[in-house]
């Protein structure tokens, strides 16, 4: 099959024929028709995290993905041969399976099947980034509730377009950090206030707008103090992250409390997004739709911090 993989460990990801995989115990194989790319996607096939999860080679390229299931392994009992679903490979050992392929097997605990009216292109733009922006909004806690105003650093791609959406639909107030060019689709999404990052502090800008500070900051773009907005968040304010930082004794400089959040993206977490995105009140927020022949430009697209929201991989 034709995939976008890692042949060794140090190489470039490059299209090419590798033997397509089977569907074992606890699996399903699909023929993708669309793969969704995310950040994690070029960490992986870097080898960055080669030392905490073990990598096996050819690696290929990609997590999420929609598609026509082709055989399921013993003890997979909620779809069959036939069903159009979209899932997700789930982060374990070892890192080999992806999903930008003409064939993917993915862990039964991250398929489902597509709600009705659904298509492959959308689907595929739903799991990873959509169970990150649950996690990073569930984080905020039941004290961070209507009226209440959550600045949303890194809120252009595609977790942050989850997470603008997650916030407005609990009428909470929002101020998302983008380009100009992005201020209006963010608006549109649900921010209430639009953030340009290019146009000086961000922290300045904010506090510009609320002399006192914001309640809360998600965090998706950034690691370190100094490109993470804290001061724009009132003391004893929440910080939810997806990015390396800000660490314990920062965050208590600053009086606050802060919690990192990790995606899982199975079927009981996805499904009410896919759901709200198949009935309209939520949008997946595709920005590129791409073949799988320029697969490796998205992922230099995504390298470069220039996605507005989801790029997905059509085969």
């Known amino acids: 099959m034709r995939a976008l993989h890692v042949p060794n460990a140090g190489d470039q990801p490059t299209l090419g024929d590798i033997p397509a995989p089977v569907a074992g115990e606890g699996a399903v194989l699909i023929r993708v028709k669309a793969a969704a790319l995310n950040p994690i996607d070029n960490i992986l096939a870097a080898g960055a995290m080669s030392g905490m999860i073990p990598h096996e080679y050819p690696l290929v390229v990609g997590r999420d993905a929609a598609g026509v299931v082709e055989s399921v392994g013993a003890g997979v009992d909620h779809v069959e041969v036939g069903d159009h679903v979209y899932g997700h490979v789930l982060l374990a ?4 399976a992806g999903t930008v392929a003409e064939y993917a097997v993915l862990p039964a ?12 292109v959308t ?4 799991p990873l980034a959509s169970a990150a ?6 984080a905020l806690g039941d004290e961070v509730g209507a009226g209440s105003v959550v600045l949303v650093n890194g809120a252009s791609g595609g977790v942050g377009s989850y997470v603008v959406q997650l ?4 009428q909470i107030k929002v101020v998302a950090t983008g380009t100009a060019a992005d201020a209006e689709r963010l608006r549109d999404l649900g921010a209430t206030t639009t953030i340009d990052f290019n146009a000086g502090s961000v922290t300045d800008q904010v506090l510009a707008q609320y002399a006192d500070g914001v309640d809360a900051l998600v965090n998706l773009a950034g690691n370190t103090a100094e490109q993470i907005p804290l001061g724009a968040v009132k003391k004893n304010g929440v910080v939810t992250f997806t990015t390396m930082g800000p660490d314990e004794d920062t965050l208590n400089s ?5 919690h990192k959040v990790m995606a899982h993206a199975t ?4 499904a009410p997004i896919a759901a709200k995105i198949a009935d309209g009140s939520m949008l997946a927020g595709v920005a590129q739709v791409l073949e799988l022949d320029q697969a490796a430009e998205g992922l230099a697209t995504l390298a470069s911090g220039g996605a507005r929201g989801k790029i997905v991989i059509t085969l």
């Open 167 to 170: 916030l407005a639909a609990k």
């Open 109 to 120: 605990a991250g398929v489902e099947v597509l709600p009705e009216g659904l298509d492959f």
């Open 93 to 96: 050992p070892p890192i080999q």
């Open 133 to 138: 922006a649950s996690a990073a909004v569930d």
């Open 123 to 126: 689907a595929a733009a739903i």
């Open 254 to 258: 600053f009086g606050l409390v802060g």
């Open 267 to 270: 079927r009981e977490v996805t």
